[in-house]
T-cell receptor
Framework: AQSVTQPDIHITVSEGASLELRCNYSYGATPYLFWYVQSPGQGLQLLLKYFSGDTLVQGIKGFEAEFKRSQSSFNLRKPSVHWSDAAEYFCAVGPFNTNAGKSTFGDGTTLTVKP | KAGVTQTPRYLIKTRGQQVTLSCSPISGHRSVSWYQQTPGQGLQFLFEYFSETQRNKGNFPGRFSGRQFSNSRSEMNVSTLELGDSALYLC?????????????????FGAGTRLSVL
């Protein structure tokens, strides 16, 4: 069964500092990977996705993520964090084929941005 | 295009009651999935509907049910509400893309319905 692990429950960074959120997945083949962001009381907004090809993918709001098959990782990065980036971030695997409607999510990482 | 619309945004119910939540997908999307989000369990998949048929189901009791209409709008129903059903219920719609011998979906989420059971 596929699974997603986000090792960091909570991360605090200063505004303007760089950010890296970790994501590890478990799946028998090449997964389809996603990062979503959720502001308090809101739904999930898609930041970026990886299906195949270039392992460095660019997303919205200046975010990027790198797929590393050897490490089963898909870490999210941003070179300079803004106060508005404070939110909860979710990494997800899927959906595809027979599980076409089902994504499997990590437990999320809450990002706090210090002024 | 309008995004995924969920109504109502907030609901307060008491134990034993039943509730119906609604989701209107992005125009042209035929797949609608439902998720339950709680602080303790995170995001858990409830079920997915595609072309009015339940295609996939998570591990939830039969009190949780859903349906999809011919216009792809979906409803989720929870009967005999329990305190533990208090959660944010998220709906996601998607349209399959086919490539590399597989279908893959990008799910777009609504803002959710916050259900509080007293």
């Amino acid at each position: 069964a596929q699974s997603v692990t986000q090792p960091d429950i909570h991360i605090t960074v200063s505004e303007g500092a760089s950010l890296e959120l970790r994501c590890n997945y478990s799946y028998g083949a090449t997964p389809y990977l996603f990062w979503y962001v959720q502001s308090p009381g809101q739904g999930l907004q898609l930041l970026l996705k990886y299906f195949s090809g270039d392992t460095l993918v660019q997303g919205i709001k200046g975010f990027e993520a790198e797929f590393k098959r050897s490490q089963s990782s898909f870490n999210l990065r941003k070179p300079s964090v803004h106060w508005s980036d404070a939110a909860e971030y979710f990494c997800a695997v899927g959906p595809f084929n027979t599980n076409a409607g089902k994504s499997t999510f990590g437990d999320g990482t809450t990002l706090t941005v210090k002024p | 295009k309008a995004g995924v619309t969920q109504t109502p945004r907030y609901l307060i119910k008491t134990r034993g009651q039943q509730v119906t939540l609604s989701c209107s997908p992005i125009s042209g999307h035929r797949s609608v999935s439902w998720y339950q989000q709680t602080p303790g369990q995170g995001l858990q998949f409830l079920f997915e509907y595609f072309s009015e048929t339940q295609r996939n189901k998570g591990n939830f009791p039969g009190r949780f049910s859903g349906r999809q209409f011919s216009n792809s709008r979906s409803e989720m129903n929870v009967s005999t509400l329990e305190l533990g059903d208090s959660a944010l219920y998220l709906c996601a719609s998607s349209h399959p893309e086919y490539g590399s011998s597989q279908y893959k979906n990008i799910q777009y989420f609504g803002a959710g319905t916050r259900l509080s059971v007293l």
